[in-house]
Each structure stands twice: as C-alpha cells, then as structure tokens.
C-alpha cells in the first residue's frame, strides 16, 4: 500500500502500515505488538509530549500475563512500587486502624505488579521509540476508508494511507467520534469523578511507605508517601453534575469536595493548587459499544471499553487488548475483517466482566450512607483474619480467571 513513506518490507514488498492514534497505554502497547508482527508503525499523539503523571495502576491475572509477551516484566519489576500499608484514617487524619502490606500481597500473589501509570507508559515509550514514528503535538481530523485503505488526514495536514487505524486515543476519542458516532451514544456516566496526581514534595503527616485512605460517604481520599518523586494522592467523590466539576477544574473542584479534611489530604491539596495542571482530572463513565471496529477501524483500550478507575484494570485491558489484537492480526494477516472478529469474540467476556465488577465495587469507593463506610470498614478488618484472607485471595483468583 501506497502511503506518504510507505516503508519497503522483505524482497522488496511493501510492509503493511498502521496507524495508531493516542500514545497511552493501549496504543503504545498496540505499536509495539504490530511493530513485533512486521508492521511499519506510526503514532499520532494530541500532547505536545509524553504525558506520564496518574497514580497507581495494578498489573495481575491477564494484565500481567501481556505485559510478560510484550517483555516488559524485567523492566517494570524494577519499578515495582510492591505493597504498601493502608492507613484508614479519621476526617482530621487521626489513624483508625492500618493493614499491614503483607495482607494485599497474600491476597493478591506473586504474579502482579503495582506501577505508577507514568512508569509503565515510560517503559512502554522506551520500548517502541525507535521502532514507530511517533508524532507529538498532532492528531486527526478527518477518516475516510474503502475496502482496501483508511485515509487519516492530520492536523498538520499531511494525510495518512493505511491498512488498518487503530483509535486508541482514550475514554473522550475523537476516533470513535468520526468513525462511529458522538460520545454520547457510547457514554454510560457512573456519576462520580476521580482527580489523581503526582505530589512534588513528600506529603506531611503520612508515614513514609504507607498510604492513608479516608472512606467517608460518597468520598474518598487517599494519599500516599513512598518518598520523593514517588508520593501521590488520589480522590473520588459522587456528583450529579460532572460538567460542572469540570468545569471548576480539579484545584477548586476538589478543594470544595475534600477541603474539611486534615493532615495528608490538606497538603496533597495544597501542592495541587501550584500545579493543577499536573492532575488527572475526570468523570467517570464507562464506554459501551456493540462492535470495536468498522471496516479497517479500530478502537482499543478506553476509547472502545473504559472500565473505569472503580474495575481496577483499566491498564491491565488495554494491555491484554493490544496484545491480543496483534495476535489475531498475525494470525488472519490477509484477512483484517477476520482477525478483528476474531479479536472482539475473544476479548469481549473479560470486558463485560471488567464492567460488571466496576459498577459492582462503585460503592466500595464512594459508599452511599455512613452504614456503608462502616460495613466497608468491617470488611477491611476482617480481611486481616487468616480464613478471610484466604476467601478473598480465592474470589480474586476467580476474578482473573
Ligand atoms: C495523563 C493521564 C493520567 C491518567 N491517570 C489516571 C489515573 O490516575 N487513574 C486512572 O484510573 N486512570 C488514569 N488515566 C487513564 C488510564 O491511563 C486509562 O484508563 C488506561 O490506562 C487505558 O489507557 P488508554 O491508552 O486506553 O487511554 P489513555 O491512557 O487515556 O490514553 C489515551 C492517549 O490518547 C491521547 N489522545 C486523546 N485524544 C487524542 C486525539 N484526538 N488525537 C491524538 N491523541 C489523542 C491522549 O493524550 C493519551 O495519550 C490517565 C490517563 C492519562 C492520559
């Protein structure tokens, strides 16, 4: 196929092109995987550069199992933030009582990783940086297709010819815009929003190697301390009005929502107001389709099935997603219609089950009525008692199976 610098393959064919739209996760992890499969990669990325601020996300079951194929498991092990202990804590910060870090270990297992999201983006950045063209500072304003080729045509004006487009340019894609309708076809919102971001300065009052989690009704803040340039917090909260909290943006949004509360959560918020830029800052809504692809188009990772914050797995999905993609890909290589069948048919149960489990745990992060807090709470003590914690380990292998 013809594109502008359409790379020669072996004896002289042309290398199949595709081009991937958003360097997150899923799309950096989808440049690697087709890249791996002989194809020549080019990534079209909004931000004028990497993006790698966002809190924790948690590697386990099919997540990491990608993340192994994709080689990245001697890379991200060395930033490993391991298991931390949980500190639940009072509105003034007082400790109510802590979990040690040895319960998630023994409830989650060896093969899981926990990652600040910039640190698994940044080993996937340095992974394909020199194997894919990528382009900051662009993005895509038109997508013509036929049977033969999709035409991306650039915000730089340069026009793109390809075998195959891949969207993954997050839960508010402008791929899934143009190609298969508005956002609100596709948007189910849960009715909360979530603001996570890096802390420049060891927050004050949690002690270091912990996290401090307070668990009010329809709130939650959690700040954690694992030394300089590696403390974080993160916050949700229920609203009836995301735009308008939005709107707001996230310094004076959370500020209102968490700004009763003492000691770490004061100071996170705090060192948000110099730098507000630096928060994740969103409602949360899950994306909902009936198919992830249109001809020679396809949505990936949160473009096509955000889970949420509340699943746990967001990037755990848009790994395995990508990994599997490039599979069926190399499997049907003459046959893209086949392949991304056969791709959808093979990932769509781990997604509604991702979903379900979401929407099922919403009340664990912002629970409805104080009788909710401390039935929570009751779990969380009781998730200390060695036969609980054998239950719990057993309903999380289930849950990766
Ligand atoms: C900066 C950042 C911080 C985050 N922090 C958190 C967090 O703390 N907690 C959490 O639960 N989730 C967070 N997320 C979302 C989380 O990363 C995803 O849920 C998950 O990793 C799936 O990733 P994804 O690659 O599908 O989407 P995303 O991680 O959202 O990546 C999408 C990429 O596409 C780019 N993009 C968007 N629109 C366009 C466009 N029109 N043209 C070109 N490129 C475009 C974006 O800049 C981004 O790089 C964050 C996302 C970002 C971008």
């Known amino acids: 196929m013809a594109g502008e610098n359409a790379a020669p393959g072996a004896a002289g064919t042309e290398m199949k092109r595709v081009v991937v739209v958003g360097a997150g996760i899923a799309g950096l992890a989808a440049a690697l995987r087709m890249h791996q499969h002989g194809w020549d990669v080019v990534v079209v990325e ?54 040690p870090a040895a319960v998630a270990q023994a409830a989650v297992g060896n093969r899981a990783l926990s990652l600040f999201r910039g640190d698994l983006e940044s080993a996937l950045y340095h992974a394909v940086a020199d194997l894919a063209d990528i382009r900051f500072g662009t993005t895509v304003q038109a997508v013509t297709q036929d049977a033969d080729e999709v035409v991306a045509t650039l915000s730089d004006g340069t026009c793109l010819r390809t075998d195959l487009l891949i969207g993954a340019d997050g839960v508010h894609s402008r791929i899934r815009e143009l190609v298969f309708g508005p956002e609100a076809d596709y948007q189910v919102d849960l009715g909360h929003m979530v603001g996570a971001f890096p802390l420049e300065q060891v927050p004050e009052h949690v002690p270091e190697g912990a ?162 807090v401390w039935a929570g709470e009751l779990m969380l003590r009781a998730i200390q008692l060695p036969g609980i914690r054998g239950l719990v380990r057993r309903s999380i292998q289930r849950a990766n199976n």
């Open 211 to 372: 996290g401090t989690t307070f668990l009010g009704p329809r709130r939650t803040a959690a700040v954690m301390n694992l030394g300089p340039g590696r403390s974080s917090a993160f916050f949700t909260y229920r609203s009836a009005d995301p735009n308008a909290e939005l709107a707001l943006g996230p310094a004076t949004a959370l500020t209102r929502a968490f700004g009763d509360l003492g000691r770490g959560v004061a100071d996170a918020l705090r060192q948000l107001e110099a730098d507000p830029a630096a928060a994740y800052f969103d409602s949360v809504g899950q994306v909902v389709m009936d198919r992830w692809s249109r001809g020679r188009v396809v949505l990936l990772g949160d473009a096509a099935w955000c889970v949420t914050v509340f699943a746990g797995y967001g990037a755990a999905l848009a790994l395995d997603g990508a990994d599997r993609l490039g599979a069926a890909i190399a499997a049907h290589s003459d046959d893209i219609s086949t392949a991304l069948d056969s791709w959808e048919t093979s990932l769509r149960p781990e997604v509604r089950k991702r979903q379900a489990l979401a929407r099922k745990g919403m009340s664990r992060f912002a629970p409805p009525s104080r009788a909710h």
């Open 46 to 99: 909004r931000a004028q550069a990497r993006r790698s601020s966002g809190y924790l996300v948690n590697l386990h079951g099919p997540g990491y199992d990608a993340a192994e194929r994709l080689g990245l498991v001697p890379t991200l092990a060395s930033r490993d933030i391991g298991f931390f202990t949980s500190i639940l804590v009072h509105a003034d910060g007082r400790e109510k009582f802590t979990i």
